[in-house]
């Protein structure tokens, strides 16, 4: 699967170990994140990872940052993007089943490594549920 990521400095040591974990896996990615702590600008980071996903060079995006807040909203700017923002491993699998995200936005701050891993695993295996979901999905994007 190809996957797209990208981060801010409060995401370079999550990024790092969610890359390795899935080319483990042998997953291709791409990434557009920053890779020191140097303070940056997530929107230079999480446009990419969206222009990925819109244009079908990734299947999913991965964004992280601090709060997971700002980059979510930046994401959810681009027309075919549906960014959830994810602290949980079962939001990370709502996110999929009930509201067919594709790019998972999460808080650097407020994870540790094993709950991002987890999350990420179970939002890029989760297929998105459909039936009465999907009504809701197409309801989304403003006219």
Request: aromatic share 6%; proline share 3%; with cysteine.
């Amino acid at each position: 699967m190809n996957i797209s990521i990208g981060n801010d400095h409060a995401g370079v040591d999550l990024k790092t170990a969610v890359i390795s974990h899935l080319k483990e896996k042998g997953h291709l990615l791409y990434n557009h994140g920053t890779n020191n702590q140097d303070s940056v600008d997530y929107a230079d980071f999480v446009h990419p990872v969206a222009q990925d996903v819109e244009k079908n060079k990734a299947t999913f995006g991965i964004i992280i940052c601090g709060s997971g807040n700002g980059a979510a909203i930046t994401a959810n700017k681009h027309q075919k993007i549906r960014a959830a923002l994810c602290w949980t491993a079962e939001i990370s699998r709502l996110a999929r089943q009930h509201n067919d995200a594709n790019i998972i936005s999460i808080p650097a701050r407020f994870v540790n490594l094993e709950q991002a891993i987890e999350m990420v695993d179970l939002f890029l295996s989760t297929p998105f549920e459909g039936g009465r979901h999907l009504k809701r999905i197409e309801k989304i994007p403003c006219m």
